[in-house]
T-cell receptor, first 114, second 110 residues
Framework: GAGVSQSPRYKVAKRGQDVALRCDPI?????LFWYQQALGQGPEFLTYFQNEAQLDKSGLPSDRFFAERPEGSVSTLKIQRTQQEDSAVYLC????????????FGNGTRLTVT | QQPVQSPQAVILREGEDAVINCSSS?????VHWYRQKHGEAPVFLMI?????EQKGHDKISASFNEKKQQSSLYLTASQLSYSGTYFC???????????FGSGTRLQVQP
């Protein structure tokens, strides 16, 4: 596709529900990142994939958060037993190669936990 | 380890210039600059790599002072389309992910 695609664009979940957020990166991009952005703040790193390998998950806030990229393209971020503090915009970004490559961001998924 | 951006917000008239600063307490490998408009994805502006270079395109340029671990983004003759929140993202050797600052909100008025 032309850019990074994320779905759904908006998600409302009741506290305790599980959610799955999808990211379709630019074709051929090796690196994929998930970031969490709270209102009025900069993106905060969650996790990083190089192809299908999850090389860094140091930013995941708890074991309720899980991400996968099984075939090295589409990625899913899953949040189990959602809490109100999980409400944020979840941004996915991809880049062509290693260090020094620009990140191409999707429009994000706005998650609201009620 | 989050970089510090200044100022937090700035209001300009069309045609005026602005400088946005980004400082890190840790040795930097790279600095990225992005602009985000409300409700949209951050858009890449430029990357500066270790080496103190200056880059630019159109009326937006940036510098990277390796000794001071600082980068500055220069916006000259600002246009209405420059409005948005500017983020610097810092890269460190051995860590692929960027760490972003909390942003500088820029508003250009007619």
């Amino acid at each position: 596709g032309a850019g990074v695609s994320q779905s759904p664009r908006y998600k409302v979940a009741k506290r305790g529900q599980d959610v799955a957020l999808r990211c379709d990166p630019i074709s051929g991009h090796v690196s994929l990142f998930w970031y969490q952005q709270a209102l009025g703040q900069g993106p905060e790193f969650l996790t990083y994939f190089q192809n299908e390998a999850q090389l860094d998950k140091s930013g995941l806030p708890s074991d309720r958060f899980f991400a996968e990229r099984p075939e090295g393209s589409v990625s899913t971020l899953k949040i189990q037993r959602t809490q109100q503090e999980d409400s944020a915009v979840y941004l996915c970004a991809s880049s062509l190669k290693g260090e020094g490559s620009p990140l191409h961001f999707g429009n994000g998924t706005r998650l609201t936990v009620t | 380890q989050q970089p510090v951006q200044s100022p937090q917000a700035v209001i300009l008239r069309e045609g005026e210039d602005a400088v946005i600063n980004c400082s890190s307490s840790k040795a930097l490998y790279s600095v990225h600059w992005y602009r985000q408009k409300h409700g949209e994805a951050p858009v890449f502006l430029m990357i500066l790599l270790k080496g103190g270079e200056q880059k630019g395109h159109d009326k937006i340029s940036a510098s990277f002072n390796e000794k001071k671990q600082q980068s500055s983004l220069y916006l000259t003759a600002s246009q209405l389309s420059y409005s948005g929140t500017y983020f610097c993202g810092t890269g460190f050797t051995g860590r692929r992910a960027l760490t972003f600052g909390s942003g500088t909100r820029l508003q250009v008025q007619p």
